[in-house]
């Protein structure tokens, strides 16, 4: 059974550009969760999808927006790059009646904004 | 504003010796806590978690301490490996653990064999 995957695992973006992550979701979860881990810090919960729609969401501006697809996979959408976005940015799966008690964790996609 | 924190960046501790890793939170809604392990290259791998209707929730080598007056967690791991050498990161949740992670900044725990 795989678990999360993400990708790219790795890239570099220069400052302005458009960037897109994927995630596909552990088998039989519902709901996708991205979070943000800028280095030295722990994660930060960037937004949530469920049935397609964003459910929740923290406290990122609009430059970040996502979209899930009908199989549950999600894309993490940023726009107009800035330095300060250069993280890891992590993809957790979850069942939705299960909350955060039973999500995952992807290996991540290390952007690096130059 | 970081609701929560792990005070301590890193940790040394001798194999077969016990691990503390502690964490505070500000936010009195959160009412489940959970630990997560992290390897370099790797995503946070769930550890043990906590309601908050306890106050101990213990599960092999890994035991977890609430203390809600002093709104603080702790990890004891018994007896260290040095496989256990990774960063910990404590992270809490509001309404159940429905809702989304707040995590803290991590310690680095290095069990030295």
């Known amino acids: 059974d795989a678990g999360v995957t993400q990708s790219p695992t790795h890239l570099i973006k220069t400052r302005g550009q458009q960037v897109t992550l994927r995630c596909s979701p552990k088998s039989g979860h519902d709901t996708v969760s991205w979070y943000q881990q800028a280095l030295g810090q722990g994660p930060q919960f960037i937004f949530q999808?469920?049935?397609?729609?964003?459910?929740q969401r923290g406290n990122f501006p609009d430059r970040f927006s996502g979209h899930q697809f009908p199989n549950y996979s999600s894309e993490l959408n940023v726009n107009a790059l800035l330095l300060g976005d250069s993280a890891l940015y992590l993809c957790?799966?979850?069942?939705?009646?299960?909350?955060?008690?039973?999500?995952?964790f992807g290996q991540g996609t290390r952007l690096t904004v130059v | 504003d970081q609701q929560v924190k792990q005070n301590s960046p890193s940790l040394s501790v001798q194999e077969g010796r016990i691990s503390i890793l502690n964490c505070d939170y500000t936010n009195s809604m959160f009412d489940y806590f959970l630990w997560y392990k992290k390897y370099p290259a790797e995503g946070p791998t769930f550890l043990i978690s906590?309601?908050?209707?306890?106050d101990k929730n213990e599960d092999g080598r890994f035991t977890v301490f609430l203390n809600k007056s002093a709104k603080h967690l702790s990890l004891h791991i018994v007896p260290s490996q040095p496989g256990d050498s990774a960063v910990y990161f404590c992270?809490?949740?509001?309404?159940?653990?429905?809702?989304?992670?707040?995590f803290g900044t991590g310690t680095r725990l290095t069990v030295i064999p």
């Open positions: 957790a799966s979850s069942l939705v009646d299960r909350g955060v008690a039973e999500a995952f």
């Open positions: 906590i309601s908050s209707i306890k």
């Open positions: 992270a809490a949740s509001a309404r159940g653990g429905a809702n989304n992670l707040f």
């Open positions: 999808y469920y049935e397609e729609e964003e459910r």
